[in-house]
């Protein structure tokens, strides 16, 4: 699908973007300031107006210009200026700014690039990021992928500036995992979905036939493990998303749920039930013997591995109430790291390994809250009455929830700062529980 290799794009002014000499001189903005930044994003440039399988080159560089302009405003770090007067930027422009109307336009960065449509029914897409104030590029992307897939474009442009500007790893060109929930409560219908971070490109992994809950990522973003009730059974498995082919993880036997992918892919941390007692075990990716971490009699669940693969966090009752805790990845060292008042659950490292956020439930309403690793500085983030099950955006800086609405009974998504702050929805065509954000990572070809 993508092509990230500039060279190959065979468009003159694409052969700028192979420039590591320049590149090692670009100075981005203090992330540490805090401040949020003006940036000035105007329609893309298109060589030539060419129809394509997604309209033509002016509309999607006016579509992807919108877009990379959302993203970008989302994040509360940008102010996207009004560019309503500025004259449009014109082809040779891409790479030659003029700065001087872009500093009347009070804007400190720029955001521009072009659309182009290429011999082979693909497009080639550029975007720049530079500092206004200075007149010096900051950053750079450069694609062919099929115009269908311009909206990963938009996410990527504007992942090169909120990264350079902020500091922070990329964000937008990322996906959630979900389990869409339909039908009634009788007969309810559980389905696994993925779509962007912003909502777009959802759609569907299974078909309702079973129900499913707790999705995970694997790291390359390729794999999703998953836990299915079907004909009696609770089971782990996992199910390749572009395939949209599924195997049981363990063969028959012991109930097996609860996974978690390790950082390198390679093992899968989950509970099972054996001689009516859960524990956490660790299992190959390819569904290998399972290896024994916990062997309290109480329940040992809610595994997940710390990002540097050497730490697992679980919920165990072994203290008598639910209570997070941390250990060694082969199972030394168990620890109990949660002391604050009520029940703790859903623990979710941070990408960088420092924190972990979970649920807690205090008096009946349940509320997300942070940690650090070692349980110190505890925060809760949300009032409740009923929010769970958290998970950690890419860049470490928002966890997404479940919430579910007291009124309508109906669960949603729901984002929070992980600094505090308003709570934002994020819209699904149905309703949803049981959140993964991860990375893409694949690469193009």
């Not at 109480?298 to 109430?321: K, N, Q």
């Not at 620890?335 to 941070?350: C, L, N």
């Not at 924190?355 to 949300?382: C, H, K, Y």
């Amino acid at each position: 699908m993508f092509d990230l290799q500039p060279r190959r794009l065979a468009l003159p002014l694409l052969l700028a973007l192979s420039s590591a000499a320049a590149a090692q001189q670009r100075q981005a903005p203090d992330p540490a300031s805090g401040e949020a930044y003006v940036i000035a994003i105007p329609p893309l440039a298109t060589a030539k107006i060419t129809e394509t399988d997604a309209g033509d080159t002016w509309v999607l560089a006016n579509q992807i210009a919108e877009l990379i302009s959302a993203d970008l405003k989302s994040t509360g770090r940008f102010i996207v200026a009004d560019v309503a007067k500025v004259r449009i930027p014109s082809y040779p422009e891409v790479t030659a700014p003029s700065y001087q109307q872009w500093r009347k336009a009070n804007a400190k960065l720029l955001l521009s690039g072009f659309v182009n449509a290429r011999a082979d029914g693909r497009l080639a897409i550029g975007c720049y990021v530079y500092d206004v104030q200075s007149g010096r590029e900051l950053a750079r992307q450069g694609f062919a992928l099929s115009p269908g897939d311009w909206r990963r474009a938009a996410h990527l442009c504007a992942d090169a500036a909120y990264s350079k500007v902020t500091g922070n790893p990329p964000l937008f060109d990322s996906r959630i995992a979900y389990v869409a929930q339909s039908g009634s409560s009788d007969a309810p219908v559980k389905r696994l979905a993925v779509m962007d971070f912003d909502g777009g490109n959802h759609g569907f992994l299974t078909e309702g036939d079973a129900i499913v809950v707790a999705p995970r990522w694997s790291p390359a973003g390729d794999r999703i493990a998953y836990t299915s009730f079907a004909d009696g059974r609770v089971e782990v498995r996992i199910i390749d998303v572009a395939a949209r082919t599924d195997r049981a993880l363990l063969p028959g036997g012991a109930d097996s749920f609860a996974p978690a992918f390790s950082p390198d892919g390679e093992r899968i941390a989950l509970s099972m039930a054996v001689n009516a007692n859960t524990d956490v075990y660790i299992v190959p990716s390819d569904g290998a013997y399972p290896q024994q971490l916990t062997t309290s009699p109480a329940i040992d669940t809610s595994p997940a591995f710390s990002p540097d693969g050497g730490r697992v966090a679980f919920v165990s009752d072994r203290s008598g109430s639910p209570q997070l805790y941390v250990m060694n990845a082969d199972g030394s060292d168990q620890r109990r790291v949660s002391f604050g008042r009520g029940d703790y659950g859903s623990p979710a490292w941070s990408p960088e390994g420092d924190r972990i956020a979970f649920t807690n439930v205090e008096g009946g309403p349940s509320r997300i809250g942070v940690m650090n690793a070692n349980g110190s500085d505890q925060r809760i983030l949300t009032s409740g009455p009923q929010d769970e099950q958290p998970a950690w955006s890419p860049d470490g800086r928002r966890i997404l929830f479940q919430r579910l609405d007291p009124a309508s009974r109906r669960s949603a998504l729901a984002i929070v700062p992980v600094s505090g702050g308003e709570v934002r929805p994020l819209a699904t065509p149905q309703a949803a529980t049981d959140p993964a954000w991860a990375a893409r990572r694949e690469q193009g070809r």
